[in-house]
């Protein structure tokens, strides 16, 4: 299974809501990777986990708060958000054997986020 | 910090014909290089990928890429395009993150591909 899913596909929320993004993969890997995504633009990272550990935040608003509960799941809980924070949200893992930088990430199809 | 340069933002082919695509990096060391398509909507496909060895390096549905140190390219191609190849095309190299086992990607802004019948 070289698959990492996202749910939901599609999401709409207002900017007083709280939603939550689920990103799952089953390839043993130990790295899971949080970027977003607007249109026409390359990817952006904003999280990436190490062994469940919170490894890089990229400086994202505390509106943006990830939760690795464990080595397969990746969540991104949303609160209070702006309209500029609709995006395509993506989730990617990879292993995390040391070989820095030589380790593919494997993308899932990503979460379209719309904010009202 | 690494950057990545993908000189053209729209190229339009017709279907049969060839195709390059251009990436140009910055990095020091050694690179680790990759090519992603991404179809509308959905996520990243990883094209293929170079570490060292062989400067020419195969990928899936046809692409190859040829990596050159000395012009710090890394330029993918096809040589016959089909219209299932229409989608946006990121090249980005990985960098090692101090004290961290992680390779951060840097991409560059893409190229985006559209093939005439």
């Known amino acids: 299974d070289t698959e990492v899913t996202q749910t939901p596909k599609h999401l709409v929320m207002g900017m007083t809501n709280k939603k939550s993004l689920k990103c799952e993969q089953h390839?043993?890997?130990?790295?899971m990777y949080w970027y977003k995504q607007k249109a026409k633009k390359p990817p952006e990272l904003m999280f990436v986990y190490s062994y469940e550990k919170l490894s890089i935040n990229e400086s994202v608003p505390s509106r943006f708060s990830p939760e690795c509960p464990n080595s397969s799941l990746l969540n991104l809980h949303l609160h209070a958000l702006q309209p500029e924070d609709s995006a395509l949200y993506l989730c990617?893992?990879?292993?995390?054997?040391?070989?820095?930088?030589?380790?593919?990430?494997?993308f899932g199809p990503g979460t379209r986020l719309t904010v009202l | 910090a690494q950057s990545v340069t993908q000189p053209d933002i729209h190229i339009t082919v017709s279907e049969g014909a060839s195709l390059e695509l251009r990436c140009n990096y910055s990095?020091?060391?050694?690179?680790?290089l990759f090519w992603y398509v991404q179809s509308p909507g959905q996520g990243l496909q990883l094209l293929l990928k170079?570490?060292?060895?062989?400067?020419l390096v195969q990928g899936i549905k046809g692409f190859e890429a040829e990596f050159k140190r000395s012009q710090s390219s890394f330029n993918l191609r096809k040589p016959s395009v089909h219209w299932s190849d229409a989608a946006e095309y990121f090249c980005a190299v990985a960098q090692a993150d101090r004290g961290s086992t992680l390779g951060r990607l840097y991409f560059g802004r893409g190229t985006q591909l559209t093939v005439w019948p």
């Open positions: 990617a893992s990879s292993q995390d054997n040391g070989r820095a930088g030589r380790n593919e990430q494997f």
């Open positions: 990095y020091g060391a050694t690179p680790y």
């Open positions: 170079y570490f060292s060895g062989d400067t």
């Open positions: 390839m043993g890997h130990r790295a």
